[in-house]
């Protein structure tokens, strides 16, 4: 799964919240004449979906959630099958041909602040601006979770941060989901998961 050569988010299915859906999805978008961007709530199902798998990387292990928010990579999927970044697997503790529910958001509200907790300290060691520089693969996310564990590459590396919490526009009343694309949103950060490992020791 990756869009063609030269769109936006190539080479960052991975680490971006795009997701493969099928093309009624796109006619669902038409009738409901949403606005940009369009986000999509994928969810378990209680009493369909299997069991969660566990994640068993204690490196990268998030929080276990029962529903994600993410934007379309595109309308491609075959009938009843979507295509998810593996975070949001994950997340929602998910293996291949599991059942979720799919659907439209609208309500989505713009995000002011997130706050974000990497899990290595090199994140702040290795990268000159790290802000400049998360700021800018942000733009491959429409919205964040809270509760998630999503994922940028820089200079061949991976580094993946906790979204502790999120703060909505304007009054930045606390969120459990917020728009990334077309807003200001502020980052800020909790000392690096390793950092803390390190002075419990």
Known sequence: LNMTMGSFSH??????????????????????????????????VEGVTKERVADVSENYAAAPLDKVVGGPLDFRAPSNYIFL??????????QPRDVVDVRLIE???????????????????????????LETELKHYSSLTQGSCIAFDYNGERFWFDVVSLRRAPRGEKAPFVKVQDTNIITEFLPAKDKKKSNKK
Do not use: C, Y
């Open 11 to 44: 080479g960052h299915v991975q680490t971006g919240d795009k997701m493969s859906v099928p093309r009624n999805f796109w006619k669902a978008i038409e009738q409901s004449r949403a606005e940009v961007p369009w986000l999509m709530e994928v969810s378990r």
């Open 85 to 94: 970044p593996w975070w949001m697997m994950r997340a929602l503790g998910l």
């Open 107 to 133: 309500n989505t509200p713009p995000g002011s602040a997130a706050l974000l907790r990497p899990h290595s300290s090199k994140f702040a060691t290795s990268i000159a601006n790290p802000q400049a520089v």
